[in-house]
Structures are given as structure tokens and as C-alpha cells.
């Protein structure tokens, strides 16, 4: 069983960084594309940026390029976010997602395993 659990959310002052985490367990996360998505109140869930385990090849929504990196641990079955300066425009429900694909994903219903999220709150 496909399980991904989501940690280093927390409040954060704008102009600073969070490193959120993703901790995969129960598939061989060499053969999947791993993604982070956000959603903030009242809007829909969004792409944030997603990554291959296989070859390293990522991809970043536009607002996240530029501020966000997106890398693995695959000895640890770990996918990270690096997020700087961060504004109130980020404040969201971060979500991690899995499928099994050799190559990058990019829409919500490509993929079929998700984590339950990690609070990020970024304050003027």
C-alpha cells in the first residue's frame, strides 16, 4: 500500500523558507513521478511541481519557479520542497502526490496516491 506523509509546514514570517518533506513508503519509488500541489482556501488545488525519481527531471508551476526546489533522497524514499521567499500568496494546504510513471506528471487526476497535507501559513 502506496503511503506518503507530508511534514515541515508551519507559520512562517513573508521573505522566509520552509523545507516541507514527503516521506514515501510501500511502492518502488524508483519508477514513480512524485509532485507537490497546494490548495488555499476558498480556490482550487494546484500544481506546485513535480519530479521523476528515475532520471531527476522536474518541472515547476510559474509561480514556483525561481523560489521553489524540488529534489529527492532516494536512499530514503524522501521527496523535499525547498520553498523561499515566501508570501502570504502561499499560504496553502501542501499536498504530496504519487504514480507510477517513468516520466513527469502534471494534473491532479493523473495521480493516484496522496498524502493528507501540511499546513503552510506565511504572514505579512
Known amino acids: 500500500e502506496v503511503q506518503l506523509v507530508e511534514s515541515g509546514g508551519g507559520l512562517v514570517q513573508a521573505g522566509g523558507s520552509l523545507r516541507l518533506s514527503c516521506a514515501a513508503s510501500?511502492?518502488?519509488?524508483?519508477?514513480?513521478?512524485i509532485a507537490w500541489f497546494r490548495q488555499a482556501p476558498g480556490k482550487e488545488r494546484e500544481g506546485v511541481s513535480c519530479?521523476?525519481?528515475?532520471?531527476?527531471?522536474?518541472y515547476y508551476s510559474h509561480f514556483a519557479k525561481g523560489r521553489f526546489t524540488i529534489s529527492t533522497d532516494n536512499a530514503k524514499n524522501t521527496v523535499y520542497l525547498q520553498m523561499n521567499s515566501l508570501s502570504p500568496e502561499d499560504t496553502a494546504v501542501y499536498y504530496c502526490a504519487a504514480h507510477r510513471s517513468k516520466t513527469i506528471l502534471y494534473y491532479i487526476e493523473d495521480f493516484g496516491s496522496w498524502g493528507q497535507g501540511t499546513q503552510v501559513t506565511v504572514s505579512s
Open positions: 519530479i521523476s525519481s528515475s532520471d531527476g527531471s522536474t
Open positions: 510501500g511502492f518502488t519509488f524508483d519508477d514513480y513521478a
